[in-house]
């Protein structure tokens, strides 16, 4: 895209040090309140879902399903439950 390599470095790490900022103040908002607690993991989960199928949707939409493709559906089940199984462990 035109950066150089150090540029491309550091738009890196300020985007993966956003991630870890953002799960910090999530974490310290659900302890100050603990009632946006199902907001906040509906909220992450939603996101985290949509990534995950904005990636697999256009192999399905051309009609390519394969083990990989499958594999991913089967992944996404399974961290939706590990989400229902926290919370109902901890919540």
Request: positive net charge.
């Amino acid at each position: 895209s035109g950066y150089s390599r150090r540029r491309t470095l550091l738009l890196n790490l300020i985007s993966g040090a956003s991630g870890i900022v953002g799960a910090a103040l999530a974490y310290s908002m659900v302890t100050v309140v603990p009632a946006i607690r199902a907001f906040v993991l509906a909220f992450s989960s939603a996101s985290l879902l949509y990534i995950a199928m904005s990636d697999l949707i256009p192999d399905l939409h051309r009609g390519h399903v394969d083990r990989n493709s499958i594999r991913q559906v089967v992944l996404i089940a399974l961290g939706i439950g590990t989400i229902v199984a926290f919370e109902r462990l901890v919540g």
